[in-house]
């Protein structure tokens, strides 16, 4: 089916790991890209293809995939972190999809 | 640095049709292997793709707004457009633009326009 599924809500003691995670049938061909949400601000994106971050992402964000389910992995998660998480994939008609999104809490 | 800028009304009356323009800045629509996107996320809720076009014109629309969206680009201006028909109270979203970036089987927006909302009432 042309969806993408996350869990609506994860929460991470600080300086914990937490990994978010995406499914799909369309993550069988395709990577996945995930972006961070703030408050009242636009998308910015973290990790896109196999694992890779764009410049100023910090390291601690981290990528995955297997089979049909991609994964966004946050090692020694700060306060900064907490936003709303999105992970966005193509199908094979050209069209993308977004997940419904996740609320990540940083405790 | 590329920047995205959304502009158009921010209110649009029931039935009439919503138009919006994303500005680039910092370098060409028609360079690399890039499309170009507009996504929108009613309040309080998750993002929706809309639509994407490439500057040669080929263009793939979110199947569920198909028969009502229409994505143009106009190169010469370094502009692309949104046109949404027949709009009702359930388009009122803020509408981002956003650029695609492609690679092997890897596919991302990696810059988006900071938004505009876009609120459908009489």
């Known amino acids: 089916s042309s969806e993408l599924t996350q869990d609506p809500a994860v929460s991470v003691a600080l300086g914990q790991t937490v990994r978010i995670t995406c499914q799909g049938d369309?993550?069988?061909?395709?990577?996945a890209s995930w972006y961070q949400q703030k408050p009242g601000q636009a998308p910015v994106l973290v990790i896109y293809?196999?694992?890779n971050r764009p410049s100023g992402i910090p390291d601690r964000f981290s990528g995955s995939s297997s089979g049909n389910t991609a994964s966004l992995t946050i090692t020694g998660a700060q306060a900064e972190d907490e936003a709303d998480y999105y992970c966005?994939?193509?199908?094979?008609?050209?069209?993308?999809?977004f997940g419904g999104g996740t609320k990540l809490t940083v405790l | 640095q590329v920047q995205l800028q959304e502009s158009g009304p921010g209110l649009v009356k029931p039935s009439q049709t919503l138009s919006l323009t994303c500005t680039v800045s910092?370098?060409?629509?028609?360079?690399?292997?890039?499309?170009w996107s507009w996504i929108r996320q009613p309040a309080g809720k998750g993002l929706e793709w809309i639509g994407r076009?490439?500057?040669?014109?080929?263009?793939n629309y979110n199947p569920s707004l198909k028969s009502r969206v229409t994505i143009s680009v106009d190169t010469s201006k370094n502009q692309f457009s949104l046109k949404l028909s027949s709009v009702t109270a359930a388009d009122t979203a803020v509408y981002y633009c956003?650029?695609?970036?492609?690679?092997?089987?890897?596919?991302?927006?990696?810059?988006w326009g900071q938004g505009t909302l876009v609120t459908v009432s009489s």
């Open positions: 956003a650029r695609g970036a492609v690679t092997i089987s890897q596919y991302y927006f990696d810059y």
């Open positions: 910092g370098g060409s629509i028609s360079s690399g292997s890039y499309y």
């Open positions: 076009i490439y500057t040669s014109g080929s263009t």
């Open positions: 369309s993550l069988r061909s395709y990577y």
């Open positions: 293809g196999k694992n």
């Open positions: 966005n994939s193509r199908d094979s008609s050209g069209n993308h999809l």
